[in-house]
């Protein structure tokens, strides 16, 4: 038999075994690290029904993000505008936009503009954007300075939202937030760039803003 099997055969298993942990081991490294927010969603632009220019509307034409977000400051979700909200505006302007043909047909119907939706935190994530507008927190923190044609022209998500991602604020939220009436100003400075770290301390601290204490905190 040691014609047909030589010695070294005898070492194999072992080394089949070796080398499956480590290819194991491998892939899990891989998936742990790449499969995050961070690769898998940051820059996801789906093509929507519309067209819409958060650069021109917002950047431009200088309408508050208030209002087509209506709900924004006043509840936990960020409201995507009815089309009665576009055809206020758009009754009027390029009233025949082809471009505009989804918004007047929801118009007329009463069905939703079938938008796609980008920014999803998972279902038992338990995220408040009024709780965050009140204390600082501005859009541009999660979605980026939208006024600009660079990142206003194609809505896509631009931070990971990931558990790391709000922990890394929850963390040092002083160095982030802007004073409460510029919270929609999206291009106005957070308080510590311009300064202000001291009065921005002074604010974490009245508002009592800190780390969540336990997982029930943001997991419900």
Not at 17 to 24: M, R
Not at 29 to 38: D, I, N, S
Not at 55 to 81: I, M, N, W
Not at 106 to 115: C, K, L, Q, R, Y
Request: net charge positive.
């Amino acid at each position: 038999m040691s014609t047909v099997f030589p010695k070294w055969s005898n070492r194999l298993p072992l080394q089949l075994a070796i080398f499956i942990v480590v290819l194991g081991g491998l892939l899990t490294a891989g998936v742990t690290y790449y499969f995050t927010p961070k690769y898998t969603r940051v820059g996801y632009a789906p093509v929507q029904p519309v067209p819409f220019s958060h650069a021109l509307h917002t950047g431009q034409l200088g309408l508050d993000c208030r209002y087509c977000h209506v709900a924004v400051e006043k509840g936990p979700h960020s409201t995507v505008p009815a089309s009665q909200t576009c055809m206020n505006c758009h009754s009027v302007i390029k009233k025949d936009s082809p471009l505009l043909a989804p918004v007047r047909a929801s118009f007329e119907s009463g069905d939703p503009v079938p938008w796609v939706k980008i920014h999803q935190a998972p279902d038992f994530v338990y995220f408040n954007h009024s709780v965050h507008l009140a204390r600082g927190v501005s859009c541009v923190e999660c979605h980026g300075n939208i006024t600009t044609t660079e990142l206003g022209e194609t809505m896509a998500q631009r931070q990971p939202l990931s558990m790391s991602f709000c922990l890394d604020c929850h963390r040092d939220p002083a160095s982030r937030i802007r004073d409460p009436k510029d919270v929609f100003n999206l291009n106005s400075s957070r308080l510590a760039a311009q300064g202000k770290a001291d009065e921005a301390a002074k604010l974490v601290q009245h508002w009592k803003v800190k780390p969540p204490q336990s997982c029930s905190g943001c997991h419900r």
